[in-house]
């Protein structure tokens, strides 16, 4: 019984999504998103991306800002708890 159901519960979202991916079809989405994805490669094809040795320089910078704000924020933090402490 339990079996069944599942069964049904999965054939009729399985409909569900035909009937979508049907009505997409006829209102021509599904050719506007196959010319997106395909101008979107074309896009990236373009790019230039960083060589190892950039992308393991810009995320020691991006790991040393990260540590520099932190440590800011911090002493800032204990600074300021320290003048409200005193009044």
């Keep these: 019984m339990a079996e069944n159901f599942e069964q049904m519960k999965t ?3 399985v ?3 035909a009937a979508v991916f ?3 079809w006829w209102k021509g989405q599904i050719q506007r998103l196959s010319a997106y994805w ?3 490669v074309e ?3 373009k790019c230039t991306w960083p060589t190892w040795d950039e992308l393991k320089g810009s995320t020691v910078l991006v790991m040393v800002s990260i540590a520099l704000l932190g440590l800011f924020t911090f002493v800032v933090d204990r600074v300021m708890f320290a003048l409200f402490n005193l009044i």
């Design 38 to 40: 395909h101008q979107t």
């Design 11 to 13: 054939l009729f979202w």
């Design 43 to 45: 896009e990236l094809k």
């Design 15 to 17: 409909g569900v999504l």
């Design 22 to 24: 049907g009505v997409l």
